[in-house]
């Protein structure tokens, strides 16, 4: 009982340790009950800013998608593409009689002949007419540039016999008004390349190739055979050999890859609409090159 009793027994120093702890204890615990909801406040302020924050990035992000608009660069409107008029919002029955107008050899040549040969509403001319561009021969037909465009052109009652532009010479195409002898090279080798041409829509691609040009050789020109065309084995060949296809680069190629891999092949023009930077302004004409 004794040995038991010397467990119970401090010294003075023993006995303000265990006070000092007790003091600290108690205060510990005071401060947590008095100061614990500021505590989490504060904590949870700070959560609140970051998610407010995050929150406000997010709402200015969906402002700016909100409020963005496709830009409208000036361009031709006698050279719309189907994708073009799709984009501009056009139906496909005003892109068919445009279409209809142009395979006639004939040209629109201000926005209102735009609006009489498309059939447009007036809302949509106003929307669009302000980025038409035409040739400077066109809005100044009485200047000089006009009377030296015109010298090169077929007489109105001329009977205008149309080659065909897979039979044409290197001299033929010098002789169609702003085709000098290296772009006429440019277009033999663009030939060359794709073994014929499909469609005249393709010459507005060629760089170089001005309105006044594209005019002057869609009069002169025609496609009336196909001999040579090179079929592309989109399904087939390597990343390597679709670079070498005038349309394709490099980064077209490689998705071409991957989408086929991926989708069990490519069956036809929808499933090129699918794949990531593929040309849709261009797409007719590269379907008429490719084999499924």
């Given at each position: ?6 467990y119970?027994l401090f ?15 108690i205060?510990?615990?005071l ?6 909801d ?7 302020n ?32 006698n ?6 008029g ?16 142009r ?9 209102k ?23 400077d ?10 009377q030296?465009?015109?010298k ?14 897979n ?10 008004y ?10 033999m ?37 196909q001999?040579g ?6 399904n ?10 005038p ?25 090129l ?15 008429l090159?490719?084999?499924?």
């Amino acid at each position: 009982m004794t040995k038991l009793k010397t467990y119970f027994l401090f010294s003075r120093d023993h006995r303000s340790g265990i006070f000092l702890l007790f003091t600290l204890i108690i205060l510990v615990q005071l401060a947590y009950f008095f100061f614990k909801d500021d505590f989490f406040n504060l904590k949870n302020n700070s959560n609140d800013k970051a998610w407010l924050s995050i929150q406000n990035e997010i709402d200015s992000l969906k402002n700016i998608h909100q409020n963005k608009k496709d830009t409208i660069f000036p361009f031709n409107p006698n050279f719309i593409t189907d994708y073009k008029g799709y984009k501009l919002g056009m139906s496909i029955q005003e892109i068919d009689r445009l279409h209809a107008f142009r395979n006639k050899g004939e040209y629109v040549n201000s926005a209102k002949e735009f609006q009489h040969v498309t059939k447009v509403s007036d809302a949509f001319l106003a929307k669009i007419s302000p980025y038409f561009k035409f040739p400077d021969w066109v809005k100044n037909k009485t200047n000089i540039t006009s009377q030296k465009f015109h010298k090169f052109l077929p007489k109105e009652k001329e009977k205008i016999i149309q080659k065909d532009i897979n039979s044409a010479s290197r001299e033929d195409l010098i002789a169609v008004y702003g085709i000098g002898e290296k772009l006429a090279d440019k277009i033999m080798q663009e030939k060359e390349k794709l073994g014929c041409f499909v469609s005249m829509g393709q010459f507005q691609f060629i760089w170089g190739i001005s309105p006044e040009a594209l005019a002057d050789l869609e009069k002169r020109f025609t496609v009336k055979s196909q001999d040579g065309l090179k079929k592309i084995k989109i399904n087939e060949l390597s990343q390597k050999d679709l670079v070498k296809f005038p349309y394709f680069n490099y980064a077209l190629a490689k998705e071409i890859v991957i989408y086929r891999t991926m989708n069990n092949g490519i069956k036809n023009i929808d499933d090129l609409t699918k794949i990531k930077g593929m040309p849709n302004d261009k797409i007719q004409i590269i379907n008429l090159y490719l084999d499924f």
